[in-house]
């Protein structure tokens, strides 16, 4: 333990409720808001539940994987824990970092995602043009709210954890209002259409659509970094994963068929904010628009709260197990947050409103691949600690535990195979893979300056 990290400690104050509406409002974001359009699009209503459906059964294997070894090991920056105690510093670091980029993506797409709710909401909103970045222009407006929107999650955060899951709990309530007001609505009043149900892509865009499903649904993981802020027994850390797992699965694939049942593909594809054109269209009524994107506003901010909360107690982990320097494992003091990582990541995602909502798309491709190749290394460690240390107290162990593990690592190999050059869903050169090599060439700066000028400690 690094000599900063004793200015305090975090504090156990969240309870069940609480971590769930983290676990929820990190996964429900901003996403299924602005991307609804794009998916359906690319494979058709029903193309978009089977990519969601293929999606869900990697990130359900893992969920159970992580209630396992969340339950056994508690600690704020749970992969980094179990990665460690299975391979040592360097795989621990690689699969730290990995996910890091993951939570880092999330938080940068939702600080440019709010001017373009904001843009929605206020007709002439996009004024101020600044420069063009991939032949689109970046506005002075758009960057302003995404900046200010960092400033207020970012001192939301630095002040407590515990403060911070009310206001979660806050906004998941007004998410689950409006999508059933919008399902409701759907199946009443709406007329029925007809949509290609797997659009005109097939295969492909079923594809397409299935690599972002693990950065969208990657938020559970934020409950393991939160595990030491929990208030409760480390079994119900476990169920509360699994719980929120099963409740946001229901939440999209009754949401997809309800409006494409009811909303023309066509028009949600060339909307700006697609749920909120899906809205107006169901009641006849931009007022019901204008009211959707109120809780798209709200979907962002909980879910860019979430990873906030991952992203810094990550950080926090990793300064303490000298990957990262160890000022960055300041505890402060008044409030029991990491509040030198809440920073960090506070200026981070201030760059991100000034490269526009362009790369809305290559951010969410990125941060997926970040969270997948995570997810190989963590089921690795998974399946080795069964092996090595059977005695192990596991509060929620699983039945068939390798059976659940080695297919979590099967099904981790294969997604990871989507973004790779030859898929039809392969990352984009050069903007996407642009972000995962700066990140991995980051990561390895990182980490050789840290062990140079730091004691290695016996787990080298």
């Known amino acids: 333990m690094v000599e900063d990290a004793t200015d305090g400690s975090l504090a156990k104050v969240l309870s069940r409720w609480q971590l769930f509406a983290i676990g929820f409002g990190a996964i429900v974001g901003w996403g299924w808001i602005i991307q609804m359009g794009y998916w359906v699009n690319e494979a058709g209503p029903i193309g978009s539940l089977v990519a969601f459906a293929v999606g869900s059964i990697l990130v359900l294997l893992m969920c159970l994987i992580y209630g396992e070894l969340s339950s ?43 001017g373009v709710a904001i843009a929605y909401l206020i007709p002439h909103f996009q004024t101020f043009p600044l420069w063009t970045i991939l032949g689109e222009p970046v506005y002075g407006s758009v960057v302003a709210v995404g900046i200010l929107g960092v400033f207020i999650i970012t001192y939301l955060n ?15 309530a007004i998410i689950i209002l409006a999508a059933i007001i919008l399902i409701t609505g759907s199946f009443t009043v709406a007329p029925t259409v007809k949509n290609a149900p797997f659009g005109n892509a097939g295969l492909a865009g079923i594809a397409i659509v299935a690599i972002q499903v ?25 169920t509360v994963i699994v719980a929120v797992i099963f409740s946001v699965t229901l939440f999209y694939a009754i949401t997809f068929w309800a409006v494409g049942q009811s909303v023309p593909v066509s028009k949600l594809a060339d909307s700006l904010v ?19 994107t109120l809780a798209g506003i709200a979907a962002l901010l909980t879910s860019w709260s979430s990873f906030l909360i991952g992203a810094s107690r990550l950080i926090y982990a990793m300064a303490e197990s000298n990957m990262l320097p160890e000022s960055l494992a300041h505890i402060h003091p008044k409030y029991n947050t990491p509040s030198r990582a809440i920073v960090l990541i506070g200026v981070i995602t201030a760059i991100a409103p000034f490269l526009g909502e362009q790369m809305i798309s290559s951010i969410i491709n990125a941060d997926s691949l970040g969270f997948v190749f995570s997810w190989i290394i ?3 460690s998974f399946l080795y600690l069964r092996y090595t240390e059977p005695e192990m107290e596991r509060p929620f162990k699983l039945p068939g535990g390798y059976l659940i593990g080695g297919l979590g690592l099967i099904a981790s190999v294969l997604f990871l195979r989507l973004y ?39 787990n080298t």
């Open 72 to 114: 056994a090991m508690p600690y704020a920056g749970g992969e980094l824990h179990y990665s460690k105690r299975a391979f040592g510093i360097k795989s621990s670091f690689a699969c730290s970092w990995g996910l890091l980029l993951g939570y880092v993506g999330v938080v940068a797409f939702q600080a440019i995602a709010l």
């Open 158 to 172: 630095y002040r407590g954890v515990d403060p911070t899951a009310q206001f979660q709990l806050i906004l998941v």
């Open 214 to 238: 693990p950065g969208l649904f990657s938020g559970f993981a934020i409950i393991p970094q939160t595990a030491e802020e929990a208030d409760m027994h480390p079994r119900s850390i476990g």
């Open 274 to 292: 697609p749920a909120a054109t899906a809205m107006a269209t169901v009641f006849n009524s931009a007022i019901a628009g204008k009211l959707m």
């Open 378 to 380: 963590v089921s690795g």
């Open 420 to 458: 790779l050059p030859g898929a039809p869903s392969a990352l984009v050169w050069p903007k996407d893979w642009a972000i995962v090599s700066l990140w991995s060439l980051l990561g390895i700066g990182f980490f050789i300056y840290t062990r140079w000028t730091t004691i290695p400690d016996s």
